[in-house]
């Protein structure tokens, strides 16, 4: 294990080097350091059989996977220009600089995001998720707060994420659910158009419902973090119509988060929309009258919720 601590160090100098380049040579001197990292990324978290193997195995050491997690997110927080370029003053050479530098942040995080997202959604992984989780959530609070566009860019891509999983919940109570698999999710998608050779592809593939619920739980933790700066009217609509499908189709502990992000979404601009309150109000009373025949565990799920709301 100190063979990869070791190995992932070598990643500092470039990151040093990043720091002190000038925003013309930005986006020619973060490849370097870009390229080593999601080499050690497809090394070690990419086959995701391959981590939930390693997780297995009974050591006193650091699993390597988790190594490589704790590290990305020590250079969010030490090295941010590895992920978003620092804003510069509004010249029309840095306007087009900088556009060109938000396409690549922007190309580099989606894929960060897949590889992420694709342990989300592994069964034999979850001792991981709650990290997975922190990870994304961090990444989206440095580009709120350094880059508000890609921001803007990514939240709407985690919304049209969690549309096309309910979608697919929704669809496998309506079809026989074995026709479904595997399905392919098409988001966070690294540009068509020329990008760097080392942003290998590995699309997030889903066998099963419960793949989807895995991912969902993630979502809602991600969302919950988000939400308050995400709120205009469009996407205030969107979380309204994942809370309502949630609240018919998911499972209990679904359910538990959903009815805490509703709370936040209450507190922040009052109850669902006119639109959508008939079927939010229906589905809640649905739940309450399942409370009857809910055991112990299950309702635990719904106490803390409850009681924020």
């Given at each position: 294990m100190c063979e990869q601590g070791l190995e992932m160090a070598s990643i500092l100098p470039a990151l040093r080097e990043l720091e002190s380049a000038s925003p013309e040579d930005y986006n020619t001197v973060v490849q370097k350091?870009?390229?080593?990292?999601?080499?050690?990324?497809?090394k070690m978290l990419t086959d995701v059989d391959v981590v939930a193997l390693e997780l297995l195995k009974k050591t006193d050491s650091q699993p390597t996977c988790v190594m490589l997690l704790d590290f990305i997110q020590h250079i969010m927080k030490s090295f941010p220009l590895m992920f978003v370029s620092a804003p510069q003053k509004p010249t029309k050479e840095i306007q087009r600089l900088s556009s060109d530098d938000e396409c690549s942040c922007i190309d580099f995080s989606n894929w960060i995001i897949t590889r992420l997202l694709r342990i989300a959604a592994a069964p034999n992984c979850q001792t991981?998720?709650?990290?997975?989780?922190?990870?994304?959530?961090?990444?989206?609070?440095?580009?709120?707060?350094?880059?508000?566009f890609i921001f803007g860019v990514q939240t709407k891509e985690m919304l049209g994420l969690f549309q096309d999983l309910t979608c697919l919940?929704?669809?496998?109570?309506?079809?026989?659910?074995?026709?479904?698999?595997?399905?392919t999710i098409d988001r966070f998608i690294v540009a068509v158009r020329e990008h760097p050779g080392y942003l290998t592809p590995a699309p997030l593939q889903l066998n099963s419902l419960f793949q989807v619920e895995l991912l969902e739980i993630i979502l809602l933790r991600i969302l919950s973090s988000i939400v308050s700066n995400v709120f205009c009217r469009r996407q205030r609509l969107i979380l309204w119509e994942i809370c309502c499908s949630l609240l018919e189709h998911g499972s209990p502990k679904i359910k538990g988060i959903v009815i805490a992000l509703s709370s936040k979404l209450i507190k922040l601009g009052g109850p669902p929309p006119e639109e959508l309150s008939n079927m939010f109000f229906t589905s809640f009373v649905d739940l309450l009258q399942?409370?009857?025949?809910?055991?112990?565990?299950?309702?635990e799920l719904y106490e803390e919720p409850f009681s924020e709301l």
């Open positions: 350091p870009r390229q080593i990292l999601c080499q050690f990324v497809d991981l998720h709650n990290c997975i989780a922190k990870i994304i959530i961090s990444l989206l609070w440095l580009f709120k707060n350094k880059n508000p919940t929704e669809k496998s109570v309506m079809m026989q659910e074995s026709s479904l698999w595997p399905f399942l409370f009857k025949e809910a055991d112990r565990a299950e309702l």
